[in-house]
């Protein structure tokens, strides 16, 4: 703990199947060091690991898998969600099971920025995530609310290679010359 103090920067990769990272899915190290040195706090720590796992779920799921959230609507006579039927039979198909997970974590003494692309067909992201005050209010749905998450919790949330990647990054420092 003591050494990472003096780290000036930072930059991991790391390579799963969808199938790996369902069965075990990693802990953020790079989080939990940067609580350990004061970096930040247990508030943030627990923020921080919210947006990494709305990420990673995301890629996993509507990238990998290329679930539907619409499907969590559609519940049979037993209440069960199309959703849930379709990860279980897709996690069994290596055509889904066996594609990639890239994740990339970054820190800089300054900020913490976490990459994570997937094999899906991507998506095409329009970068509106709440309603506008002129629209009526919608009936709850069971989904949709992943962009909004990470928007919240992280200064920066950046899609690109058609949806297929994201980058999603955290100032910690408020002015990068404080030390």
Sequence with gaps: NRLFEFVQQEEVHYEFTTEEIVQHTPPFV?????LRIGEIDLHSKLRLELAYQEALTNSIEHGNLELE???????DEE???????EKAERLKNSKYSQRKIFLTSKYDGNSL???????GNGF????HTTKTKSEEPEVPQVHGRGVSILKSVMDEVHYDMGGRRVTITKELKDDPSEE
């Design 79 to 85: 209440g069960r969600d199309r959703y849930a039927k």
């Design 30 to 34: 790079l989080i939990d060091k940067l």
């Design 124 to 127: 095409e992201y329009n970068g």
């Design 113 to 119: 920025s976490i990459s994570i692309q997937d094999q």
């Design 69 to 75: 959230s619409i499907w969590r609507e559609e519940i």
